[in-house]
């Protein structure tokens, strides 16, 4: 699979921003998909994940009634919408794919992750 993070950008607190990641191979459905983000000098940290059918999702804390996450396999596409936006989202977000345990949450962890995009930026302004 590849992926490919698009739709990052500036926008102040409180806004919104739409992510984008187009995979392509033929994984992609059957695959569970997440997006972690990286602030600078932070490590990597799961922001959100979706199962297979889109059926099941995960989110950390942090970003629980802010953020959520989609998938058209159709499309072979995965979004991510953010809003009301801090300062403190402000990284470089990054889609990634778990092609095994079939397509369902194995954890947070991004070594679960077999493939990942190129990540994008978000900055978050006060």
């Known amino acids: 699979v590849q992926l490919q993070a698009s739709g990052g950008g500036l926008v102040q607190a409180g806004g919104s921003l739409r992510l984008s990641c187009a995979a392509s191979?033929?994984?992609?459905?059957?695959?569970?998909m997440g997006w972690f983000r990286q602030a600078s000098g932070k490590e990597r940290e799961f922001v959100l994940g979706?199962?297979?059918?889109?059926?099941?999702?995960y989110y950390a804390d942090s970003v629980k009634g802010r953020f959520t996450i989609s998938r058209d396999n159709a499309k072979n596409a995965v979004y991510l919408q953010m809003n009301s936006l801090k300062p403190e989202d402000t990284a470089v977000y990054y889609c990634?794919?778990?092609?095994?345990?079939?397509?369902?949450?194995?954890?947070?962890?991004?070594?679960?992750?077999?493939?990942w995009g190129q990540g994008t930026l978000v900055t978050v302004s006060s």
């Open positions: 979706i199962s297979w059918s889109g059926g099941r999702v």
């Open positions: 990634a794919a778990d092609p095994t345990y079939g397509g369902n949450y194995r954890g947070p962890d991004a070594r679960f992750y077999d493939y």
């Open positions: 191979g033929r994984t992609f459905s059957s695959s569970f």
